[in-house]
């Protein structure tokens, strides 16, 4: 669905996005993941069809982004990170505004409204005034207007930033049925664990380059090497010392202490990693817990980046 | 508001209307306006009515009189100060708002946006308008105003305020594109647009409407042909008006990053040459017409070249390659984004090209204009010899300019290409001020000037500087003019290859730069 081949936006001299490679096919829920200043908001700002690249090329539903904005515009919907709203019209205005602006027939106007509404959970707002709508709201408010005509691709940039933890849930629950009614996303955010959440695939950028792409299963299985174990212990002393303790161990690499918890990697099966446990137990080092932890698309982003900020 | 008859109108006009006049402010609207008219109303006929020496007619076509004048004060103020004001904050605001990216991306076509943009930015103003123009009317009658007065101040209100606001809307578009570094105290752009509107009407009202009698019988003139003040005037505004529209479409596509023709460009540099040669020409001037030898052939050709001039150099500043679009050009793809860059890039370059080709078409033309004689005059230089030199003259300060703005814009400066503009004229004020300053004024320095060269090379040509004599002893000697024509040209054609020197060797560096940033 959506494909940039060697994509490169400069800004005048400082480069933001360099040789970018992406694929994303259709219906996947693609995470774009950075740190700040990293190129993501220009990259899907190209994807938009809103900012020209230096060279490279983009392909969205095999239309050629550059060439026919128009076109673009019609399949792809793009929610940036910050915006404003007509806050003097209501809800119903404001949607029927952008319906008839993005083309949409006038027989279907209605019907699409109360659509859109109802999957972003607004229909009694339908007569509210846009201004007096909460954060989380407004932010639901243009993503309604943005799905009014029916866009094949939706970008999200940093969609979840000021909202709520209620309003989080439901932009998650929102996102993760827009995936399933066949839309592709590509959504960026800073917040790791949400995108793991609904994302089926992820893309790690950093200094305008990405670093790492792919499905989040296979990205995980590129840094495991290993079981990945986390003790806890009743104080730091105690972490202290179990870590001196295990630093000998031939089976157990990368240990690292923060506070009461140990972080290791166990390099052997999990029959082996029972025999540990029990030896841990049976010790007087004050262990709390000992468990195999599960990476996260945050053990991913933290091995794999070197954290700098173009 | 019903939806009924809603549903077909442009969802922009819809929206301003919806957002700038609810149907509580229109009704505030309303009765406040009715009621300050009848209050004016009352205070004029108040006055008249005390002036007890006066009868009730002639009491009332004062007070009629004295309101006319004060709404056509108020349709100024509404049609030249508040609706261009509104016009130029339409897209600013709508930046500040962060509302600017969905229309970006909304798929209303730029001439229905910008249709959506010139009428809902008026809607206030227009309004009021349409409620006061009825009372217009009614005191013109009553206080016994000439009836085609009326008809023309009405004309000049309503073609005047348009073009205000087509203006005050491009600007706004100009400034709310992509690059926001202009908006720091946008808002500013309102009141300032509003400010010039003021200017202009003053100005323009002068022209149209001169209190001196004697002068309403003023005839300028229009490839010769005689015409009313006001009509030219008139016809100045409709132009202005309709390519500043046509500005604004073409700022909105560069917003939504659709590729632009270059052929407006060329048609509005070609109209412009037109309409400015037809204001200049003078090849139906008659000797009993005093007023003409108030600009003799010669000012009005460097009027023409210095107005040639700053806008080839406003195009140079516009289209100048920055270091992003030679990234563009050596970035070595072969896909369509990279076709349409390299054409846009092309396309700015040919615009130039044919831009500076119009102008010396132009400069022929005028030049034509002013050698219609029939019987042929005495001159210290052949015709076609004063002709080729000044056109040469500018072309060389032109090219030399040109590659100027084009060095500038491969520097880092923050301004990019403007520096260069603004460079180019503090070169050619320092230029003036040597020049000024050295005992003999055919210098080098101020020959540099195509103005003053243009000027020094026909001083003393009976078509050119003299019409009320033909002696020949007056002007320069010939052996002066060729040594001024000699002079002039070369001093220009080392300043160009000067520049041309500068501008290559920064282009060599730029590009091993940039290709070595790029791998």
Known sequence: MISTFDLTKYYDTKPAVRDVDLYVSHGEICGL?????????????????????????????????????????????????????????????????????????????????????????????????????????????????????????????????GLDPLARIELRDLISELGRLGTTLVVSSHILTELEDFCTSVVIMEQGHVIRAGRIEELIETIRGGLHVRIETVDEAAAQRLSKELGGRADLKNISVNQLTLDCIFDGDRAALARLHRELVTTEEGVVSFYERRLTIEDVFMAVGSHKVS | MDRNWTIKMNPEILRSLRVTLPPRRVLFITISTIILLHIAGGIFWNDAASRKSLTVAEQLARAGSGMYWLLMLVLFALLFVLVPATAALSFIQEKIRGTSIFQQMMLLSPFNLAVGKFIGSGLIGYYVAALIFPFFVVSAFIGEVNFEQFVRVSLFLLVGGLCSQSVGLFISSALSGPGERFLRGGLLVGPVVGGLGALLAFALYGLSFPDNLASNYDRWHFYGVGLRPYKVVLALMIFTGVWAFVGTVRRIKVSQLIPLRPWPTWLFFASSEAVLIGLLWAGFSRYNEGRLFLFPPIARLVFYLLLNWAALMILAGSSALSRGRLREWWSAGCDQLALLQRQEIRDALITFVVALGISLTGLTALWAGFHTYIHPLPQHLPDIVQL?????????????????????????????????????????IVMGIVAASLENKKNTAALLNPLVYAATITAGDPYMDRHDTFDETDGPNPREAWSALAHGLIAQGVLAIGCFGLAYVKWRQTEEDILREST
């Open chain 1, 33 to 161: 993941i950075g740190p700040n200043g990293a190129g993501k908001t220009t990259l899907l700002k190209m994807l938009a069809g809103l900012l020209r690249p230096t060279s490279g090329k983009i392909e969205v539903d095999r239309i050629e982004v550059g060439a026919e904005p128009k076109l673009l515009h019609e399949i792809v919907g793009y929610v940036p990170d910050t915006f404003g709203l007509y806050d003097e019209l209501s809800v119903r205005q404001f949607l029927e505004y952008f319906a008839r602006a993005h083309g949409v027939a006038a027989s279907l106007i209605r019907k699409r409204i109360a659509s859109v509404l109802e999957l972003t959970n607004l229909t009694s707002k339908l007569e509210a005034a846009v201004g007096s709508l909460s954060r989380g709201m407004r932010q639901r408010l243009v993503i309604a207007k943005t799905l009014l005509h029916a866009p094949k691709v939706l970008l999200l940039d940093e969609p979840a930033s």
């Open chain 2, 388 to 428: 080729l030199a000044i056109a040469a003259s500018f072309t060389l300060t032109v090219a030399g300019m040109v590659v100027f703005i084009q060095y500038c814009a491969m520097q880092r400066f923050r301004i990019g290409a403007w520096a260069g503009v603004a460079l180019t004229i503090t070169f050619y």
